[in-house]
């Protein structure tokens, strides 16, 4: 009990010195471990032992940033409307595409681990939201696969969002181009069911 307590505090000191730092810096990747061992007071050997690398690590600043953001988008009351499940998907796509837009410097740091090391198995919203619009007429892995293509796509087109304004004069900092890129990307992957 005592070292699980210990680790605990040691993991909380080790975010809040990478949180400080990531804030201060142009691309989180360059901060080191070496320096968050400085800033935290701890080893560096510490942030392996805590979250297995110094990626894990950055991850886990982003996803308390990210579950911040969307507690206080009121996503709960997204989910809880009587939209329909396709526009339920688009609202908080949106949510979290913003997100990811205007913590562009966190997102491009965590896209790799994200996209390629992500567990998949979890539960997401988007896969019970895509099987409710699908009504049985896709099986649950195609609904699995659908609802991970909806997000990993997203995902890689706002990491790459310099080179997609340059290239194709889509600017997904504005949020009106943001908001068409995610409607048009779900009514591509969730045509109308009928009965």
Excluded: W
Excluded at 8 to 33: H, R
Excluded at 83 to 104: G, M, Q, R, T, W
Excluded at 149 to 178: A, H, N, V
């Amino acid at each position: 009990m005592q070292k699980e307590i210990k680790t605990e505090i040691t993991k909380e000191k080790l975010i809040t010195a990478a949180e400080k730092l990531i804030a201060n810096c142009d691309d989180p990747f360059k901060v080191t471990s070496r320096q968050i061992a400085e800033e935290s007071g701890m080893q560096a050997a510490m942030i392996n032992y805590c979250f297995g690398s110094r990626e894990n690590l950055i991850y886990e600043v982003f996803h308390r940033y990210y579950k911040a953001a969307l507690h206080d988008a009121d996503v709960e009351k997204i989910l809880t409307s009587k939209l329909s499940p396709k526009d339920k998907l688009k609202k908080l796509h949106y949510l979290v595409a913003k997100f990811l837009v205007e913590n562009h410097k966190l997102t491009k740091a965590i896209t790799n681990l994200v996209l390629f090391e992500r567990d998949l198995s979890e539960e997401s919203v988007s896969y019970g939201l895509v099987k409710e619009h699908f009504k049985g007429s896709k099986t649950d892995k195609e609904c699995r696969l659908i609802a991970y293509e909806i997000s990993t796509m997203m995902q890689l087109i706002i990491y790459r969002k310099d080179d997609i304004s340059k290239d194709m004069g889509i600017d997904l900092s504005k949020d009106r181009q943001l908001k068409h890129y995610i409607d048009m990307r779900i009514d591509l992957l969730l045509p109308e069911v009928t009965a």
